[in-house]
């Protein structure tokens, strides 16, 4: 799993330059935004989620921007192999949104990295609830149930999968292999042959 893009930083600077230059009614929130801005240029973002949230404690329609720093210092841990500080970052971004469906995958692909599967299977099911079309967070999800031993969750996973993309290699192949498995009562705790599905970092 990527776990941040040259994209995603750039569709995250887009929005934040275009809530600022949307927010005019505050000067001083503007002021901490604009400290924010010039922060983020610099790449410290610690500085830019500090400036956000006393932009956001003045007006709170900097708390999107305010959220969206806290996932971009959640993808520079994840990239360093900080992965408990970029949980705690996702986490705040959840508490700031939390009907934001791609920050619950953003803190699941973290928690799959540490294979703490119980955690990214909530958090992968949070995200469904809230966008039940992405495929990607059933292939997720299925992968967990498989090598949990879950084979009646992993197939309906990637039953779903084939309902949205009938075509998908990943969950075909899984299909078959749980097919296989369920075919030779083979043992529930067995570890599928299989690699997570690679999917890149979610732009916030």
Known sequence: MKTISRFCLISAIAIFLGQFAQAKENPQANKFALEAKQAIAGNDWNKAIEMYRKAADLDRKFATNLSIAYQQRGFAAMNEQRFQDAILDFSEAIKINPRDARVYEQRAAVEMKITDYDKALADYSEAIK???????????????????????????????????????????????????????????????????????????
């Open 130 to 204: 809230l966008n039940p079309n992405e495929v990607r967070d059933y292939l997720y999800r299925a992968y967990i149930y498989e090598i949990k031993g879950d084979i009646k969750n992993s197939m309906a996973d990637t039953d779903r999968v084939l309902k949205l993309d009938h075509k998908n290699q990943q969950a075909l192949s899984r299909k078959q292999r749980l097919q296989a498995r369920q075919q030779s009562q083979a043992a529930p705790s067995l570890a599928p042959q299989s690699s997570p599905p690679a999917v890149p970092a979610r732009t916030p």
